[in-house]
């Protein structure tokens, strides 16, 4: 079962490297014109904050464990993620935007459930 929470917290740790790689790269102006209608209700330094948190966390599920070093940030990186996927959601349904909010409780349910299982029946 081990296995499982490994191969959701690579999924997980992915799709949020990736997510915040972009936000840190990318002027706001970009990413509002890719689709990102969101980033309009933020500062430029918000959305480069949001992008900031996004990467350490994809990075806070992955390296404590392999380098068994603190493997404890593993569970409260995810738990971050979903704090951070919470705040998504209340954005978007601030926006009226229904397919943004799927997203986001999808990865917030992925996240605490990696929170879960590290915290709980299968911590390192």
């Not at 990696?114 to 029946?121: C, H, K, M, Q």
């Amino acid at each position: 079962m081990n296995v499982v929470w490994w191969i959701v917290a690579g999924v997980l740790a992915a799709a949020f490297l990736g997510a915040g790689l972009m936000k840190l790269s990318q002027p706001r102006k970009k990413l509002a014109d890719s689709g990102m209608g969101w980033v309009e209700d933020f500062s430029d330094g918000a959305v480069k904050g949001i992008g900031g948190l996004e990467v350490l966390g994809a990075l806070g599920l992955i390296l404590p464990a392999a380098l068994d070093i603190a493997p404890v940030l593993v569970p409260l990186a995810a738990t971050g993620l979903a704090l951070v996927m919470a705040g998504a959601a209340v954005t978007h349904a601030r926006r009226r935007e229904p397919q943004m909010i799927v997203a986001n409780i999808v990865l917030l349910a992925l996240a605490a459930f990696v929170a879960w299982g590290r915290f709980g029946p299968y911590a390192f």
